[in-house]
């Protein structure tokens, strides 16, 4: 039998629904969809519902992400691209949103088309990566998985066990035992940094003492009440204690 247009399009449509992962995480819940950027990240998009509208955010996964590549969005050209993809959204942004989230404010008889163009957005802002300095310096996370593996097992972008099947990446995990999963969590933007780190360790099927957060910089660079947001789901950790954390963790593998 002849299938019709309606038909393919329906079966197209029902794929692409059996694979997004939604678990709760706070007042809302992850949408994991089946999207991916270059290095095969999952496009994670959090979704708050208030009556009949809901709020739709990337957290902060873009802009931590482009960072981490060396894209400064702090200069002149890139700002005004960065800019200019967050408002092709074409939804309003997400009440409050910061200035490095892509969001948009939807009602709810739209989310899955708000969704898309917030995925399809981000998937764009991607390719902004081109414009990192071709000579600069190594990110905190390329620093953090360097000197780790100098002494331990490391796996860059190790996938973290999820709640209901979600799959996402944090900077690296170590050893072969005794695995611990580590999210470098950059000062260059603290608070994008930070609801990334937050998002991605909440979600997550892991005990909290196997979560390092592991923040660039003394603590004096960071708020307390970053750091005890940080400690309520993983053990946190800074970037000048780097060392005594290796030490500690050759003697778990060798215990």
Not at 1 to 18: G, L, Q
Not at 123 to 146: H, M, T
């Amino acid at each position: 039998m002849t299938e019709t247009t309606s038909e393919i399009v329906d079966e197209m449509v029902a794929s692409y629904r059996r694979q997004i992962d939604v678990e709760e995480a706070g007042g809302g819940f992850l949408f994991t969809l089946p999207h991916t950027l270059h290095d095969g990240t999952p496009v994670v998009l959090y979704v708050e519902f208030d009556g009949e509208t809901a709020q739709i955010s990337d957290q902060g996964l873009l802009s931590d992400h482009l960072d981490m590549a060396g894209v400064d969005l702090g200069k002149k050209q890139i700002s005004a691209a960065w800019l200019q993809i967050r408002s092709s959204v074409g939804y309003l942004p997400a009440l409050a949103a910061e200035d490095w989230e892509i969001s948009a404010f939807a009602d709810r008889k739209s989310l899955s088309s708000a969704l898309y163009a917030v995925a399809d957005s981000a998937i764009r802002a991607d390719g902004l990566r081109v414009l990192a300095s071709q000579y600069r310096p190594k990110s905190f996370s390329e620093r953090v998985v360097s000197t780790l593996g100098h002494r331990l097992t490391v796996v860059p972008r190790a996938v973290i066990p999820g709640k209901y099947g979600s799959k996402r990446v944090v900077t690296c995990s170590v050893g072969v035992k005794h695995v611990n999963y580590i999210q470098a969590v950059g000062a260059s933007d603290r608070m994008s940094s930070f609801d990334h780190t937050i998002s991605l360790f909440n979600s997550s099927t892991i005990p909290p003492e196997k979560r390092i957060a592991l923040l660039q910089g003394p603590v004096s660079k960071w708020e307390n009440w970053q750091v005890k947001a940080l400690e309520d789901v993983s053990t946190t950790r800074f970037e000048d204690g780097l060392g005594a954390m290796v030490d500690e963790l050759l003697h778990a593998e060798a215990a």
